[in-house]
C-alpha cells in the first residue's frame, strides 16, 4: 500500500498542546534511596566496674577526650546507662564487641548493647 504523510502548514495547530513550538517535557525519575538505618550504642551501669575503667572505654573506642569521657561515666553512673555514640549497624556492632572484649579480658561486667534510633 502506498504511504502517504501530510505536512502541515506552518503555524497550523498540530494538536499537540504547545501550539506548534514543538517543545517538549523533561521527565526525571528519582531513584528511591532509602538511609541506612542508624544504631544507639548504650553503655549500662553496674556496681563494680571501676569508673577509671569505663573512663578509658570511653577513651579508647568512643575518640572522647578525658574531660567528656568522665562526664558520660558520670551520666552513666547517675541514671543507669547513656547513649555513647550512633553509627551505622556494622559500626555499632564492632564498638560492642570491642568494649564487651575488653571488660571480659579485664574480668569487669561492664555491658554494652546497642539499639535501632
Ligand atoms: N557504678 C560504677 C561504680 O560505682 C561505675 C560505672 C559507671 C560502671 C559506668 C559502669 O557503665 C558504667 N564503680
Not at 499537540?16 to 517538549?24: E, I, P, R
Request: hydrophobic share 40%; net charge negative.
Amino acid at each position: 500500500m502506498a504511504q502517504h504523510s501530510v505536512w502541515m502548514m506552518s503555524g497550523e495547530d498540530d494538536g499537540d498542546a504547545d501550539g506548534g513550538a514543538d517543545t517538549s517535557v523533561v521527565v526525571k525519575t528519582r531513584p528511591k534511596t532509602k538511609r541506612p538505618p542508624l544504631y544507639k550504642v548504650l553503655l549500662l551501669n553496674d556496681d563494680y566496674t571501676p569508673m577509671e575503667f569505663v573512663v578509658a572505654v570511653l577513651e579508647r573506642f568512643f575518640g572522647m577526650n578525658h574531660a567528656q569521657a568522665f562526664e558520660i561515666m558520670l551520666t552513666v553512673h547517675k541514671k543507669g546507662l547513656a547513649v555513647v555514640g550512633v553509627f551505622s549497624h556494622e559500626i555499632a556492632e564492632t564498638k560492642v564487641a570491642q568494649v564487651m572484649d575488653f571488660a571480659r579480658q579485664h574480668q569487669h561486667p561492664l555491658q554494652c548493647t546497642m539499639e535501632k534510633e
